[in-house]
T-cell receptor, first 112, second 115 residues
Framework: GENVEQHPSTLSVQEGDSAVIKCTYS??????FPWYKQELGKRPQLIID?????GEKKDQRIAVTLNKTAKHFSLHITETQPEDSAVYFC???????????FGTGTRLKVLA | NAGVTQTPKFRVLKTGQSMTLLCAQD?????MYWYRQDPGMGLRLIHY???????AKGEVPDGYNVSRLKKQNFLLGLESAAPSQTSVYFC??????????????FGPGTRLTVL
């Protein structure tokens, strides 16, 4: 079956530093790669996504890069702020099954 | 647009009781999903539906049933609740597109405790 691994599971950075979270997937047919941010007690919120025909996408301080050959995609947050502290999930989409398989999450803590 | 709504927001059940969680979306989306999230963990897919009248099993379907009689509603049922079903339940919906990749929209969640 589909396998999604997310690393690291926890990440602490100083305010202003960069953070990188990596998601590795097993199904080469995956064609949509979203990242979600989830604050305590809230629903997952889409922060950035990328399609399979694009290698990189940027939105202000957030970027996502995709390496389809190696089957991984990464979330990059620059100039981190305390409000970036949350749990982040990747969830690659599998078009043959219509399913999104969520990673186990990365708890990011930005230290002021 | 209300987006995706879930009813109820909180519920406490005793072991063996039954209940139904309701998910409703007003975006005319084809696909709907039920997930559960246990403390400190990711979302696991329970059941999903790719259209009115259709349902399919996800990763953790045991102990749950679903129905999609109307396009805008997706119901999740627990016939005989067990403490292991204590969790936060999220519903999500997404549109279908010719290229088959779609943003998911999540409901606010239902916090269920089974004693």
């Amino acid at each position: 079956g589909e396998n999604v691994e997310q690393h690291p599971s926890t990440l602490s950075v100083q305010e202003g530093d960069s953070a990188v979270i990596k998601c590795t997937y097993s199904d080469s047919a995956s064609n949509y790669f979203p990242w979600y941010k989830q604050e305590l007690g809230k629903r997952p919120q889409l922060i950035i996504d990328i399609r399979s025909n694009v290698g990189e996408k940027k939105d202000q301080r957030i970027a996502v890069t995709l390496n389809k050959t190696a089957k991984h995609f990464s979330l990059h947050i620059t100039e981190t702020q305390p409000e970036d502290s949350a749990v982040y999930f990747c969830a690659p989409y599998h078009p043959r099954t219509y399913k999104y398989i969520f990673g186990t999450g990365t708890r990011l803590k930005v230290l002021a | 647009n209300a987006g995706v709504t879930q009813t109820p927001k909180f519920r406490v059940l005793k072991t063996g009781q039954s209940m139904t969680l309701l998910c409703a979306q007003d975006m005319n989306h084809e696909y709907m999903y039920w997930y559960r999230q246990d403390p400190g963990m990711g979302l696991r897919l329970i059941h999903y539906s790719v259209g009115e009248g259709t349902t399919a099993k996800g990763e953790v379907p045991d102990g749950y049933n679903v129905s999609r009689l109307k396009k805008q509603n997706f119901l999740l049922g627990l016939e005989s609740a067990a403490p292991s079903q204590t969790s936060v339940y999220f519903c999500a919906s997404s549109p279908s597109t010719p290229n088959s990749y779609n943003e998911q929209f999540f409901g606010p969640g239902t916090r269920l405790t089974v004693l």
